[in-house]
């Protein structure tokens, strides 16, 4: 099982950016692929990106594709996600996952993913 800790969030104004970051323990960080999804008030969590074990492989939901870019340092054992030309709809809690997986797998679904942070807060307000 792996641990994972999200940071980065916080309050930035429409057009900003942030770079998220989950630092991983506990497990041998590249036998897992690694996603971000969010949940704003209200909402089901959604997924926002996911990246396989060696980062060869991405994926991105839609509304984000051109905006944000998931990376990974597997020495470091953290996951990025860096968010750019933020808008009110992204606003929300942002949460990292992990699974093991197969080398190029990248999971896109809540249900694909065994383990999650506690989240970090992200707000894009004027």
């Known amino acids: 099982q792996v641990q994972l800790v999200e940071s980065g969030g916080g309050l930035v104004q429409p057009g900003g950016s942030l770079r998220l970051s989950c630092a991983a323990s506990?497990?041998?960080?590249?036998?897992?692929?690694m996603g971000w999804f969010r949940q704003a008030p209200g909402k089901e969590r959604e997924f926002v990106a996911s990246i396989s074990r060696g980062g060869h492989n991405k994926y991105y939901t839609d509304s984000v594709k051109g905006r944000f870019t998931i990376s990974r340092d597997n020495a470091e054992k953290t996951v990025y996600l860096q968010m750019n030309s933020l808008d009110a709809e992204d606003t929300a809690v942002y949460y990292c996952a992990a699974r093991g997986a197969m080398l190029y797998y990248t999971p896109e679904s809540v249900a694909e993913f065994s383990s999650w942070g506690q989240g970090t807060q992200v707000t894009v307000s004027s």
């Open positions: 506990g497990s041998t960080f590249s036998s897992y692929a």
